[in-house]
C-alpha cells in the first residue's frame, strides 16, 4: 500500500536554530514528491517540487531533498513567521490507474523567538 | 489576480442530508482536484478533474462525486452525510497536475455535520 510517514509531528526550534523534517514514502509509480507550507485556518501554500533522487530546490530558508526513499526539508536559521505545517505529498501513477496525491500528516513546526 | 474561491465557507448540515460545494479555478487553470483535511491530518485526496474529465479518484465511497464545467469551475457532491464527513474541504487547481508549479489551494468549505 502507498505510504507517505512525515517525522517528526511535531518540533520546536529556537529562532536562528537549523533543524531537518523528514518526509519517508514507500509507493509504485512515483510522479513527483511536493512540500507545502499550511497556516492555521489556511489552504496549504505550495514550495517545492523534486521529481529524481538528487535532486534539490532552495527557497530563502528552505531547501528541499530527494533521496529514493525519501525527502529532507531542512530549515537554515529559522525565524518565528517560519512557525507552520509542513505539509509532503507524492504524486503517483499506479499502473493501469489515474493519478493520485497522497499527503503525510505533517509536521507542526513551532519557532521560539 | 483572484486565486482559488471555494463557497460556502462555513456550513452546518445535519445527518443523512446532502451537501454541494462550490470552486472556482485560478483564471487559465483547467485543473481542479479535491481533498478531505480532517483536524490534525494531512488532506486526503478526493477527485482530480482535467479539462471536464475525472483524471483520479481517491478511496472514498461512492456517496461522494463531483463534475468540472465547461467554465473549469467544479462542484463536490455528498449524499447522505455522516458525522465523520466534518472536515476541511480543500478544492486547489493548477494548469495541468502539479508540475513544477505546484497547486493552488483555496482557503476551504468547513463542513460540520450534527
Known amino acids: 500500500e502507498d505510504q507517505v510517514t512525515q517525522s517528526p509531528e511535531a518540533l520546536r526550534l529556537q529562532e536562528g536554530e537549523s533543524s531537518s523534517l523528514n518526509c519517508s514514502y514507500t509507493?509504485?509509480?512515483?510522479?513527483?514528491l511536493f512540500w507545502y507550507r499550511q497556516d492555521p485556518g489556511k489552504g496549504p501554500e505550495f514550495l517545492f517540487t523534486?521529481?529524481?533522487a538528487g535532486e534539490e530546490k532552495e527557497k530563502e530558508r528552505l531547501k528541499a531533498t530527494l533521496t529514493k526513499k525519501e525527502s529532507f526539508l531542512h530549515i537554515t536559521a529559522p525565524k518565528p513567521e517560519d512557525s507552520a505545517t509542513y505539509l509532503c505529498a507524492v504524486q503517483v501513477r499506479p499502473r493501469n490507474r489515474d493519478d493520485k496525491i497522497i499527503f503525510g500528516k505533517g509536521t507542526r513546526l513551532h519557532i521560539l523567538p | 489576480d483572484a486565486g482559488v474561491t471555494q463557497s460556502p465557507t462555513h456550513l452546518i448540515k445535519t445527518r443523512g442530508q446532502q451537501v454541494t460545494l462550490r470552486c472556482s479555478p485560478i483564471s487559465g487553470h483547467k485543473s481542479v482536484s479535491w481533498y478531505q483535511q480532517v483536524l490534525g491530518q494531512g488532506p486526503q485526496f478526493i477527485f482530480q478533474y482535467y479539462e471536464k474529465e475525472e483524471r483520479g479518484r481517491g478511496n472514498f465511497p461512492d456517496r461522494f462525486s463531483a463534475r468540472q464545467f465547461p467554465n473549469y469551475s467544479s462542484e463536490l457532491n455528498v449524499n447522505a452525510l455522516l458525522l465523520g464527513d466534518s472536515a476541511l474541504y480543500l478544492c486547489a487547481s493548477s494548469l495541468r497536475g502539479q508540475g513544477n508549479y505546484g497547486y493552488t489551494f483555496g482557503s476551504g468549505t468547513r463542513l460540520t455535520v450534527v
Open positions: 523534486l521529481y529524481s
Open positions: 509507493v509504485s509509480g512515483l510522479r513527483g
